[in-house]
């Protein structure tokens, strides 16, 4: 298993970890098989989107943060943070990218994003491939 | 890897593929395992859920579409269609079943969708298999 | 495949399932890999998140509840459930979770929940183990 730590800059705010992610498969040494990504956070998760336009990733945060999951004078949870958990659980905290001669498999336009929903931190991401692996060199 | 490709015909569809899934678990060998499936778009994702009244399929659209993530004047994206990338992030690009003697393993009322946001359009799903495989026949 | 059997007692609630997700993980050998976990059904669902202070699971349920996934007399679906629907396909039916030394590798806050979003009901949750095993003792 490759832990991956990633600075976050922002209260809420996507960041691309695709080349991060890449690497840890080379690390691994994963072939053929899946790369599973996992955020060990509440209040974080892992999502894939456009890598493109960065307009994306500010309206998706902008509808996330403002309209679905807005700070709320109901909640009760002490720290204050319980629209990060709410959003933590709408992203979900896995995710599984298939790899092919040693390259991740994605769409044209995605990325692979943490997605900080209350930031700025340190945060870990974790990757574990299960498949066939590069022969270990002598 | 296998890739399904999927036709879909409005701007949003749940479009059931339960059948060209289990067809391609067959094709990969599958005997009992989990199957994987990856949406390599990011205006459309994968989802399970009922498959006996399409009045949910239309409910589930009606409320993602109108409700939690309608167009809004402030998204920036210059193609206009953030609502398709939030929605997209909700419901996630990835899906794993469970396989057993061949079969797909759902619940009684479950069938696998895929969740066009921006369409129509011309889908792919992409679909590998971990486990034990049938052995090759002679 | 282990199934695991889970009572709920509300119509929405967050069902910490951790210690049955670890007991199902020693019974199926699991050493070193991924266990994968299943929801069969279409009104429940599984999530990770804070397992310390129980407001966060109430904060979580009262903002999908009242404003996510609100009733809506726009709604067809018979049973009168489209909201549960909607908040399963919201966090998703599957989750995968890394396995190290037999143990399930969580984030300091992290529990595994069943999401029941139309209970009070007897729901299932599916196990399933990939990667190398404890030998068998002779």
Redesign the interface.
């Given at each position: 298993?490759e832990r991956l730590s990633i600075r976050t800059n922002r209260s809420t705010e996507l960041v691309d970890i695709t080349g991060q992610v890449q690497e840890a498969v080379a690390r691994l040494g994963g072939l053929d098989?899946?790369v599973?990504l996992?955020?060990?956070?509440?209040t974080a998760g892992l999502?894939?989107?456009?890598n493109w336009?960065p307009?994306?990733q500010?309206?998706?945060l902008?509808?996330?943060d403002g309209?679905?999951?807005p700070p709320?004078p109901?909640?009760?949870?002490?720290?204050g943070n319980?629209?990060a958990?709410?959003k933590?659980?709408?992203?979900?905290?896995?995710?599984?990218?298939?790899v092919?001669d040693g390259h991740l498999?994605?769409?044209?336009?995605?990325g692979v994003y943490l997605?900080e929903f209350d930031g700025p931190r340190q945060r870990q991401v974790?990757v574990?491939f299960?498949?066939e692996k590069r022969p270990i060199q002598p």
């Open positions: 298993m098989g899946v599973y996992f955020c060990p956070h509440t999502t894939l989107n456009e336009d307009d994306v500010r309206d998706i902008l509808t996330m309209h679905i999951a709320d109901r909640h009760r949870h002490g720290e319980s629209p958990h709410i933590a659980t709408l992203v979900g905290a896995d995710a599984a990218i298939f092919e498999q994605l769409g044209r336009w995605q997605a974790w574990k299960l498949g």
